[in-house]
């Protein structure tokens, strides 16, 4: 049937060998760049620079975080390396080799910024931050608290994300705060705190280590989160009979090194999780002691039994479904039976399944399959979805970033939460406002209908990273905009009225997080250039300015830090036992951490690692304790997928996804500043498959017109033959390409993320 997928050879595959595959995929050419090939994927192990000084420090791009070492000669960066001792085995990929080139990165924005007579002239910071906060509090006197916001980054330190959460809530006193995670990981988010009453992962990579089993569903690690991937690579090759299953209607980087690779037709992922949990059930492939002691079910709205659920995806019987999955019955059962019978599965997932209109529901799924073969709580087991961003988790999600969230997992609608951080954060009682602000696309929204007339954004590049960007870019026209990055350039700042230069990377202090719940610390070393300045000290100058000062009795890196973590106390997310100065002496320290000398959680849940498990659970109930619930089970919902909103039709046959490549971060704003990941990246094109190029007469380095319901593009164009025919590539790093023009933006109800994974598309040859 169509899309097959096609059978890798199971037999090990050396690292070289990966790297050659990879390269022959999607890269570009082997010619030297610098001191790496540029189809490779890590930089070659460098041996420190014998002048100067090292530093250890962390990469904060992707979500993997790896550990580095600086090498420093008279305050200059010379050279970057992995760290043996990180989680990255002293590994980097090209981009964190670069690294090196960031503190001269050309286009760095070094002077504030104001829009005089439509065109931004430098100015001081005091002009600068005097006239934010004039119009802030003209907004604020005429329009009310609501009618300014914030809008975040996963690229922010936590320390950045908390203040920025305290000061609109606390001080201007509205919930328009929100971030970039809201266009993917917080369905992710939202997926966890609906299983297990609380977010972020119950693993982490060490689990790697152990598992035999890895089920990689809409993710392209080896291109986005390379390191870690190395680390499954080697765990396959290492491990008798271990098996990489891949999930993607590409055929991705990912997918070609894959040991069994599923080209789904899009959006069916929900389907095809639904199916395998059929086969798990009626071929008793489940953990019934397992499912006896730690879950229950749920159809949404109330609980119902273990026999309801097995009911639930008769429906989904691999025969009922393969036509619309795409995949054969048989590979359906194949693939069940091979995450269920292996000795410890490990999920990962990231974008391809958080930025679809099921998102949550898939994420749910994915948990479920997890629980209901008790592949989880166990060293090598369990759902681990991958962050894209260095810092998606702790920034957003831990520092109250998001418009729902309050800190450490309290919630702006719970008034005992918003009670509780009156008295942390020391305001008045009814401080706090009970609404709930606008989360991504709505603030957007507000701000293109005028009820947001002022808004800060910080890190971020929403005129190119927002589906259906031509609409929403209409909202960033008009209201005060202020936005605070480390480049002149960026289709967001075409819309300031005052840009403000920030510090990057080692040119600054504070925490980040990554996707498994590891904090770990970035340290200065060097100033930012001109008059930029770390965002930390932008906010607090804003807050003297707006009249909230009093609120910041913390002023550095660390003591805000050591605020944040006091917050976390009394909550399952506690990291009161980290500080800067642990975090110095060591790889990162995943939360919870109570104490100074706690070592940290490596797997949550669990008694004898995880410090919250009830003492009634360790012993009669095999020392596992889902305690975000109140029964101690984790939920696993019956979740039917909805009606497809993007669909294919006669004017829109294809469909187009998007994704990231290996040698940019993003939306490029920093690393296509860099020479050698621009040319190694090459340009933005559209990879569209043979069959479906032959037709229209198109052939590689043509140009074409790809048009959706929501505009047109024209681009390069890359032939391939891999993959799945009827499905279209675009990566969204390259400003001349903003395939964002062309996806969609209806929303996840549970997360607001976009569904932007999806577009249904036409495309014809371009001929003069
Ligand atoms: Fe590691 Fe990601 Fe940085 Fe590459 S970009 S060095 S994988 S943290």
Redo the contacts with the bound molecule.
């Keep these: 049937m169509s899309g097959e997928p096609k059978q890798n050879a199971s037999n090990p595959t050396s690292r070289r060998r990966f790297l050659k595959v990879a390269g022959g995929v999607g890269l570009a050419g082997t010619a030297a760049l610098g001191t790496w090939g540029a189809c490779e994927i890590f930089a070659p192990k460098q041996p420190k620079k014998q002048t100067g000084n090292t530093h250890r420090s962390?990469?904060?791009?992707?979500?993997?975080?790896?550990g580095?070492h600086v090498d420093m000669h008279e305050g200059n960066v010379v050279g970057v390396r992995?760290d043996e001792q990180a989680h990255?085995r002293g590994?980097?990929?090209?981009?964190?080799?670069m690294?090196r080139s960031l503190p001269d990165l050309s286009g760095r924005l070094e002077r504030p910024k104001i829009r005089k007579d439509g065109v931004l002239a430098d100015a001081s910071w005091d002009e600068a931050l005097s006239l934010v906060a004039e119009r802030f509090q003209e907004v604020i006197v005429d329009d009310g608290t609501d009618a300014v916001a914030y809008y975040g980054s996963g690229h922010l330190t936590t320390e950045v994300s908390y203040t920025a959460a305290k000061l609109f809530r606390a001080g201007v006193g509205t919930n328009n705060v929100d971030g970039n995670a809201r266009l993917g990981v917080n369905s992710s988010a939202v997926a966890y705190a609906q299983s297990f009453g609380l977010d972020e992962p119950p693993g982490c990579f060490e689990d790697v280590d152990h598992a035999d089993c890895f089920f990689i569903v809409g993710a392209n690690p080896a291109a986005c989160?390379?390191?870690?991937f190395e680390r499954v690579l080697t765990r396959r090759d290492s491990k008798q009979g271990a098996e990489i299953v891949c999930v993607d209607p590409r055929a991705s980087e990912t997918a070609m090194v894959s040991d069994r690779h599923l080209s789904i037709t899009p959006g069916t992922d929900l389907l095809l999780l639904n199916s395998m949990a059929q086969v798990i059930c009626a071929e008793s492939l489940y953990d019934s002691e397992f499912v006896e002691r730690h879950v229950a079910f749920n159809d949404g709205t109330q609980p119902v039994t273990f026999d309801a659920f097995q009911t639930f995806l008769e429906s989904y019987r691999p025969e009922a479904v393969e036509t619309q999955i795409g995949i054969a019955a048989e590979r359906i059962r194949e693939t069940a039976r091979r995450f269920a019978r292996s000795q410890a599965t490990i999920s990962l997932w990231s974008a391809g399944v958080n930025q679809q209109a099921d998102a949550v529901s898939v994420a749910n799924m994915l948990s479920a399959l997890h629980l209901i073969t008790g592949h989880i709580c166990r060293p090598g087991a369990g759902p681990l979805s991958l962050t894209g961003q260095?810092n998606a988790a702790g920034g957003l999600r831990d520092a109250g970033a998001l418009a729902e969230r309050l800190p450490c997992g309290r919630q702006v609608e719970n008034a005992e939460h918003r009670r509780e951080m009156e008295q942390l954060w020391q305001v008045p009682d009814g401080t706090l406002s009970p609404t709930r602000g606008f989360g991504g696309m709505e603030l957007f929204e507000a701000m293109g209908d005028g009820r947001v007339k002022a808004a800060l954004i910080m890190g971020a590049n929403p005129a190119r990273s927002l589906p259906n960007s031509a609409r929403h870019r209409k909202g960033l026209e008009k209201p005060f905009l202020v936005v605070v990055d480390v480049v002149n350039q960026t289709e967001t700042a075409e819309f300031a009225d005052v840009l403000l230069p920030a510090a990057l990377w080692i040119e600054k202090q504070g925490v980040f997080e990554q996707s498994d719940r590891r904090y770990q610390l970035l340290d200065k070393r060097i100033d930012p250039p001109g008059e930029a300045r770390d965002e930390l000290d932008i906010l607090f100058d804003l807050a003297e300015r707006l009249g909230h000062g009093a609120l910041f009795s913390a002023r550095s890196a660390s003591d805000v830090w050591n605020e944040l973590a006091s917050v976390s106390k009394n909550t399952r997310y506690d990291f009161s036992g980290i500080t800067h100065e642990r975090l110095r002496d060591c790889q990162g320290l995943r939360w919870p951490c109570p104490t100074p000398d706690h070592p940290g959680t490596s797997r949550r849940y669990v008694a004898g690692d995880d410090p919250f498990v009830r003492d009634s659970n360790r012993a009669e109930n095999g020392g596992i304790d889902f305690y975000g619930q109140a029964d101690g089970k984790a939920i696993v919902f019956l979740r039917a997928p909805n009606e497809p909103i993007e669909t294919t039709s006669e004017d829109f046959p294809l469909q187009l996804t998007t994704g990231r490549v290996l040698e940019q971060?993003q939306t490029g704003t920093l690393t296509n500043h860099i020479p050698e990941l621009k040319q190694a990246s090459r340009d933005g094109h559209f990879e569209l498959h043979e069959q479906d190029a032959t037709p229209l007469g198109i052939k590689s380095g043509d140009r074409v017109e790809v048009t959706s319901r929501r505009g047109n593009l024209v681009g390069p164009v890359r032939v391939s033959t891999a993959g799945k025919p009827g499905v279209v590539f675009a990566p969204f790093y390259d400003a001349a390409l903003p395939v964002n023009t062309l996806t969609a933006d209806h929303l996840n109800n549970s997360s607001g993320v976009p569904a932007l994974k999806l577009a249904a598309i036409s495309v014809k040859k371009v001929t003069t």
């Excluded at 590994?91 to 080799?97: A, N, P, Q, S, T």
């Excluded at 989160?225 to 870690?228: A, D, M, N, V």
């Design positions: 962390i990469c904060n791009l992707c979500g993997t975080g790896c580095i992995g990255n590994l980097i990929c090209v981009k964190g080799e690294l989160h390379p390191t870690l260095a971060w």
